[in-house]
């Protein structure tokens, strides 16, 4: 079972502002934001944007991204029109995606840091 997941970023104070608005459409919510970082949930931490521990500057890893549960497909289209009203960049539009399976409708994106990003319904409506 997952406990938490982070991704790096070089600049808390956008990191926050882009996911505030696209992660309250999944119904998650900024928990806490401090000097390390910024991070969401339900209750519990579950997922965080903080600066590399090493001070490094953050970068994407290669094959990497994170898959939001959605609802339905309305929720995964307001999703990706929330990512790109704040920073994001187009990674694959929201649509079905056989090649998963039937009813598999996704929308990819990268946040501004370059992190790959997913919202996703198994939902056929």
Known sequence: ??????????????????????????????????????????GDI?????????????SPGNGAHVAFAAADRAMVDAFHRAALAHGGTEDGPPGLRPEYNAHYYGAFLRD????KIEAVTHSAR
Not at 46 to 58: E, K, T
Not at 112 to 115: E, I, L, M, T, V
């Open 46 to 58: 579950l997922f965080s944007l903080v600066r590399p521990v090493d001070g490094r500057p953050a």
């Open 1 to 42: 079972m997952i406990h938490h997941l982070s991704f790096g970023t070089s600049d808390i104070g956008r990191a926050a502002a882009f996911y505030d608005a696209v992660l309250a459409v999944v119904g998650l919510r900024r928990i806490r934001r401090d000097e390390a970082g910024v991070h969401y949930g339900t």
């Open 112 to 115: 501004p840091d370059g992190n």
